[in-house]
């Protein structure tokens, strides 16, 4: 089991290694208002394409982004300690830890690259709502943490009934953010190369962050 998710984590790696490539050689240039570049492209193609539902998916996504986000790990936690299981314990532990570490990791990106946001530097773009963005566009945090979940239950759990929808929803969530014109697809991409990055990096450490709980709570080792 462990060398399938090591196999599987390989593999998500090598697929957002890729998407990271292509998302630093579609950015624009500094001081380009409107770059005729694949990024923009596929970003006005996006946020242009509204519709009455795509509007309500995409908002209610929106909004149960924190909670899903703040939820499942914390049920995996509460579920394995109310039921004894050490498994669903340390499976809430690695992915928090995972989150934690890809919002981090995108923040401190943010700051370095200083990516102004599209609805600040593109004219005519559609925003819903600026309520969930901060300054800077790339990364995309939400990218990061919904890929960060997706990864690291799938590490976890490696069955198509955990990863075909979590990934999905993932998928859905980055979508959103083009739509809701806070973000470039390029930024959304890099945000999910940091999460299930960062999923794969805690993934590959679980065993020194286990240990490190048990450490801490006096456990006498994993069973």
């Known amino acids: 089991m462990t ?6 984590g390989i593999q998500i790696l090598l697929l957002y290694s890729a998407f990271f490539l292509f998302s630093f050689s579609s950015l624009p240039c ?4 409107d770059p005729s570049n694949l990024d923009v492209t596929l970003f006005r193609r996006i946020n242009d394409g509204r ?3 795509l509007d309500k998916v995409v908002n209610v996504n929106n909004e149960l982004f924190y909670p899903v986000g703040t939820v499942a790990p914390l049920g995996f936690l509460s579920y394995g300690i ?7 314990t340390d499976t809430g532990i ?5 989150e934690i570490v890809s919002y981090g990791v995108s923040y401190g990106l943010k700051q370095i690259v200083k990516r102004p946001r599209p609805f600040v530097t593109l004219p005519n773009v559609h925003v819903t709502s600026m309520s969930s963005a ?10 990061a943490g919904a890929f960060a979940l997706a990864t690291s239950l799938t590490l976890r759990y490696p069955k198509p009934a955990v990863y075909v929808p979590l990934h999905l929803w993932a998928m859905l969530v980055s979508y959103g953010r ?5 973000h470039y697809p390029s930024d959304v991409l890099v945000g999910g190369a940091i999460g299930s990055g960062t999923a794969i990096v805690v993934h590959l450490l679980e065993d020194r962050i286990l240990g490190l709980k048990s450490k ?8």
């Open 30 to 33: 500094p001081g380009q208002q």
């Open 51 to 53: 519709s009455p539902f």
């Open 94 to 98: 690695l992915a928090s830890v995972a």
């Open 178 to 182: 083009v739509y809701r014109g806070v």
């Open 216 to 223: 801490i709570f006096g456990e006498s080792g994993q069973g």
């Open 3 to 8: 060398d399938q998710r090591t196999r599987h």
């Open 134 to 143: 901060d300054s800077y566009s790339l990364p995309s945090g939400h990218a």
């Open 82 to 88: 109310l039921s004894g299981s050490e498994y669903e």
